[in-house]
């Protein structure tokens, strides 16, 4: 007998073996025992969570010799064909592959007026629903709406959003669950228990993890995990080097380094990882998935989601205090930018060398997101950050008038208050202009000898304001309006190296705004855009 992969092997072939949706399966056995169905279901859920399982159970509780019933037999010839998938009367259809009118035309609404063959009902389970175009929703929707009373309709989408609404509105909804890394552990157990194999209980955790609450992807990874080990035990490291993860202890080395500001020690892991063959897009979602659980550390004090064990997470709450909230912020915000970089860039380990160096390089209250306020100070001396590149001074042209306070123009200025104003400025750039976010993250101003320089924290930064002769302009604009002086020069910089004699940190004023998992909500929703997954 041919071999089965372990999620096609274990899908579940019962309503109680379904795991992690008993809201779904609770109302749709109750609505077969009261013969209350629905001519259309909609189920929405991200993948491998038991979607297409659940529609062929329903196909099953339908046309079972004994039912409809809620807990079909598994032995008729309709629950056997169900099962192997070849009962002509509950057609499959993949909308990623079959999109066109045609398609719907051809498989559903020609085909939908005749009774079923031999069973009791035709049910048309439709996958990737959101797939069609849409000319074959516009097809699909009368017969949708009223269909013959032996036909149902279950479709299944992950993206729920790009159903039309006229096809949502016709559908009984049901949305699935990811499943609790508690429960995908359990249930792997189970799994290795029926095949004879063994494995600490910290391994089933990292693939609990890796899943990301899909039970699908859960078996996947175990199934290769198994191929992978010997003497039939499965340790961590298994783990780590089948699915090519990274370690926890090695995330927490690389961020140690960055907050003790050890770029050499930081280069050196990296090189160590890109030796075992990890990809530098993958270290990167796992660092920002890493400084992701470091806020909840530092906000919860406590791992409800249970994915670490406790003196793992009690290093971590510790780690997390060290970095401080706004540090660990920013560099999620700046790395989730890096990736965007890589996947178009033909040098992925540059990118992430460079801003790991970046972050390295930092000095403690540069990283801080919202405005400070402090008092100008003639004690600080002027910036002497060495730079690589020095662009020829812009021709002075009159600047756009400024809401912020304007300083009388002098020939030095004090670099705390200078930089205070700038960060205004940038605040305010980044709101109109959000493209242009991570080319500012990190610049500084100084002023000298009546001249303004404008230093950006890295060459790309420079580059993306040099490219457009516009664009460096309205940049050069915004400093003058920034710092009161119209009719300054400006020298546009970069750096790539700390500077020598940094003003000391300003007070950060606290906002009272958000505390706790509200704010762990409000950070998700700023970053919702970047989706984070396993390899």
């Known amino acids: 007998m041919a071999y089965i992969s372990l999620y096609r092997k274990y899908r579940a072939q019962t309503f109680e073996e379904l795991m992690g949706q008993s809201h779904v399966t609770v109302t749709l056995r109750n609505a077969i025992q009261q013969g209350r169905l629905a001519h259309a279901y909609l189920f929405c859920g991200p993948r491998g969570t038991g979607k297409t399982s659940t529609a062929r159970l329903l196909a099953k509780a339908l046309n079972c010799e004994r039912g409809p019933t809620p807990d079909p037999c598994n032995e008729c010839r309709f629950c056997r064909a169900i099962q192997a998938g070849n009962c002509v009367d509950v057609v499959e259809m993949d909308a990623a592959s079959e999109t066109s009118i045609e398609d719907?035309?051809?498989?559903?609404?020609?085909?939908?007026?005749?009774?079923?063959?031999?069973?009791?009902?035709?049910?048309?389970?439709?996958?990737?629903?959101?797939?069609?175009?849409?000319?074959?929703?516009?097809?699909l929707l009368k017969t949708i709406e009223e269909p013959p009373p032996h036909v149902i309709f279950v479709l299944a989408t992950t993206e729920f959003h790009r159903v039309p609404p006229t096809i949502r509105s016709r559908c009984q909804r049901f949305d699935f669950h990811r499943g609790t890394i508690a429960d995908i552990a359990k249930r792997l157990q189970q799994v290795l228990d029926a095949e004879g194999f063994r494995a600490e209980p910290a391994a089933l955790h990292l693939v609990a993890r890796a899943a990301d609450g899909s039970w699908r992807d859960a078996l996947t990874a175990l199934e290769q995990v198994i191929a992978f080990s010997e003497n039939g035990l499965i340790t961590p490291q298994t783990v780590y080097n089948a699915l090519g993860m990274l370690e926890d202890e090695t995330l927490m080395q690389i961020t140690d380094a960055?907050?003790?500001?050890?770029?050499?020690?930081?280069?050196?892991?990296?090189?160590?990882?890109?030796?075992?063959?990890?990809?530098?897009?993958?270290?990167?979602?796992?660092?920002?998935?890493?400084?992701?659980?470091?806020?909840?550390?530092?906000?919860?004090?406590?791992?409800?989601?249970?994915?670490y064990d406790p003196a793992q997470w009690s290093a971590m709450t510790e780690q997390a205090r060290r970095a401080g909230v706004a540090r660990l912020l920013s560099w999620w915000e700046r790395m989730a930018g890096a990736l965007s970089e890589m996947r178009s860039s033909g040098s992925p380990r540059a990118i992430l060398e460079l801003y790991l160096l970046m972050?390295?390089?930092?000095?403690?209250?540069?990283?801080?997101?919202?405005?400070?306020?402090?008092?100008?100070?003639?004690?600080?001396?002027?910036?002497?950050?060495?730079?690589?590149?020095?662009?020829?001074?812009?021709?002075?042209?009159?600047?756009?008038?400024?809401?912020?306070?304007?300083?009388?123009?002098?020939?030095?200025?004090?670099?705390?208050?200078?930089?205070?104003?700038?960060?205004?400025?940038?605040?305010?750039?980044?709101?109109?202009?959000?493209a242009g976010k991570m080319n500012l993250m990190g610049s500084r101003v100084?002023?000298?000898?009546?001249?303004?320089?404008?230093?950006?924290?890295?060459?790309?930064?420079?580059?993306?304001?040099?490219?457009?002769?516009?664009?460096?302009?309205?940049?050069?604009?915004?400093?003058?309006?920034?710092?009161?002086?119209?009719?300054?020069?400006?020298?546009?910089?970069?750096?790539?190296?700390?500077?020598?004699?940094?003003?000391?940190?300003?007070?950060?004023?606290?906002?009272?705004?958000?505390?706790?998992?509200?704010?762990?909500?409000?950070?998700?929703?700023?970053?919702?855009?970047?989706?984070?997954?396993?390899?």
């Open 104 to 139: 719907v035309r051809t498989s559903i609404i020609e085909n939908a007026k005749y009774p079923p063959m031999e069973a009791r009902y035709k049910i048309y389970i439709i996958d990737e629903v959101h797939d069609l175009s849409a000319k074959a929703f516009d097809a």
């Open 258 to 307: 960055l907050i003790d500001h050890d770029a050499g020690k930081a280069l050196t892991l990296l090189d160590g990882q890109m030796l075992l063959g990890r990809e530098p897009r993958v270290f990167a979602e796992s660092l920002i998935q890493h400084w992701r659980m470091l806020i909840q550390a530092a906000l919860h004090a406590q791992d409800k989601a249970g994915m």
């Open 359 to 434: 972050f390295a390089s930092e000095t403690p209250g540069t990283t801080s997101t919202a405005p400070v306020a402090v008092a100008p100070s003639q004690s600080m001396p002027p910036s002497t950050t060495p730079t690589v590149r020095v662009s020829p001074e812009p021709h002075p042209t009159p600047a756009p008038e400024s809401t912020l306070p304007s300083p009388p123009a002098s020939d030095v200025m004090d670099p705390a208050y200078a930089n205070q104003l700038w960060q205004q400025k940038v605040e305010e750039l980044v709101q109109r202009s959000p």
């Open 446 to 535: 100084a002023v000298e000898n009546g001249a303004i320089r404008l230093i950006l924290a890295s060459q790309m930064a420079y580059e993306f304001f040099k490219q457009k002769p516009s664009r460096e302009q309205n940049l050069v604009q915004a400093a003058r309006a920034a710092l009161g002086m119209p009719n300054a020069p400006v020298k546009l910089e970069y750096s790539t190296e700390p500077r020598a004699s940094e003003p000391p940190p300003p007070p950060v004023v606290q906002s009272p705004t958000l505390e706790g998992e509200a704010l762990i909500d409000a950070i998700s929703e700023t970053f919702n855009g970047y989706e984070v997954e396993p390899d």
